[in-house]
């Protein structure tokens, strides 16, 4: 699975409660991503295995709205989930440079 700021800003919402259900429009408020980055990020994670999806059982004339399609991160896409921005994230933290490491650098030298 390629992890994308898009992929990690959509995990990271899911796992702040790995557990619970959450449908595409609470995603979309939740990570302030469109609909067409959204659910084609959703459809990924369930190709993948990370995430589940079912369709919410309503009558929708009762509740005066259309049915939900419900998403949840499956227990080995939680893991993986995690691991992912985890390693996202040592990727991108910069290093502190020590002394030796500066001083063993060589200058740029001028294009002309």
Same mark, same amino acid.
């Given at each position: 699975?390629?992890?994308?700021?898009?992929? /990690?800003?959509? !995990?990271?919402?899911? !796992?702040?409660? $790995? +557990?619970?259900?959450?449908? #595409?429009?609470?995603?979309?408020?939740?990570?302030?991503?469109?609909?067409?980055?959204?659910? %084609? =990020?959703?459809?990924?994670?369930? +190709? /993948? #295995?990370?995430?589940?999806? +079912?369709?919410?059982? =309503?009558? %929708?004339?009762?509740?005066? @709205? &259309?049915?939900? @399609?419900?998403?949840?991160?499956? &227990?080995? #896409?939680?893991?993986?989930?995690?691991?992912?921005?985890?390693?996202?994230?040592? /990727?991108?933290?910069?290093? %502190?440079?020590?002394?030796?490491?500066v001083a063993g650098r060589r200058r740029p030298? $001028?294009?002309?």
């Amino acid at each position: 699975m390629r992890v994308t700021v898009a992929v /990690a800003t959509v !995990l990271a919402a899911l !796992l702040e409660e $790995p +557990d619970a259900d959450r449908y #595409g429009l609470e995603l979309m408020a939740a990570t302030g991503l469109p609909s067409g980055t959204i659910y %084609p =990020i959703l459809r990924r994670l369930q +190709d /993948a #295995g990370w995430v589940t999806a +079912d369709w919410e059982r =309503i009558d %929708p004339v009762t509740a005066g @709205r &259309p049915a939900r @399609r419900y998403y949840r991160l499956t &227990p080995d #896409g939680a893991q993986r989930a995690r691991a992912a921005l985890a390693e996202l994230r040592a /990727a991108t933290t910069p290093r %502190p440079s020590t002394p030796d490491s500066v001083a063993g650098r060589r200058r740029p030298r $001028p294009a002309w």
